[in-house]
């Protein structure tokens, strides 16, 4: 079946270093990849997202990759700051179908170390 | 507030009991989405309903699950004599839909606690 896969579940890393969070997905099909930053106790909100069509997205300090051909998608965070700590889920979809919902990978717990 | 409203944002029930929970979503959006997450997991789709059609339910869905949108604004999740497993945050999302606008913007969740 559908099946998101992210590693690591946690990562500790110290501030202004870099963090990377690596997921991979199982249906071919799927064209849309979004990520969600959830705070503890609050609603998951997107932070970046990209499209099949596109290998690479950069957003000030974010930049997500895509490889179609592995079936592999990776969330980089650079010159990390207190705020980036949060849980990170990366995802996956197929919003031009009827099948638009998103499947979620288990989530990256990154806590950011002064 | 513009964005996605759930209500009410807490519950707690004895096990056996029925509970709905209620989802506003985005005026212009077509697209409603429910998820269940618990503890430490990403959100798990429940179903999703494109205007008041109900296009997709997941198996994690079983027969004491109903959701309906009845005319295609908001929603309504009900859980008929609820067990202690159904415990969760129940999230809802809406997205516009179409092409090119894909982001699912999320509520703040109905967290239920079945005692």
């Known amino acids: 079946g559908e099946n998101v896969e992210q590693h690591p579940s946690t990562l500790s890393v110290q501030e202004g270093d870099s963090a990377v969070i690596k997921c991979t997905y199982s249906?071919?099909?799927?064209?849309?990849f979004p990520w969600y930053k959830q705070e503890l106790g609050k609603r998951p909100q997107l932070i970046i997202d990209?499209?099949?069509?596109?290998g690479e997205k950069k957003d000030q300090r974010i930049a997500v990759t895509l490889n179609k051909t592995a079936k592999h998608f990776s969330l980089h965070i650079t010159e990390t700051q207190p705020e980036d700590s949060a849980v990170y889920f990366c995802a996956a979809s197929k919003p031009y179908s009827s099948a638009s919902k998103i499947i979620f990978g288990s989530g990256t717990r990154l806590s950011i170390r002064p | 507030d513009t964005g996605v409203s759930q209500d009410p944002r807490h519950k707690i029930t004895k096990r056996g009991q029925n509970v709905t929970f209620r989802c506003d979503p985005i005026s212009e959006h077509n697209r409603l989405y429910w998820y269940r997450q618990t503890l430490g997991q990403g959100p798990e789709f429940l179903t999703y309903f494109q205007n008041e059609a109900q296009l997709e339910k997941s198996r994690l869905l079983s027969d004491r699950f109903s959701a309906e949108r009845p005319k295609g604004s908001f929603s309504t999740l009900e859980i008929q004599r609820t067990e202690q497993g159904d415990s969760a945050m129940y999230l809802c999302a809406s997205s516009l839909g179409g092409a090119g606008d894909n982001e699912q913007f999320f509520g703040p969740g109905t967290r239920l606690t079945v005692l």
């Open positions: 249906d071919s099909a799927s064209n849309y």
């Open positions: 990209i499209r099949s069509n596109v």
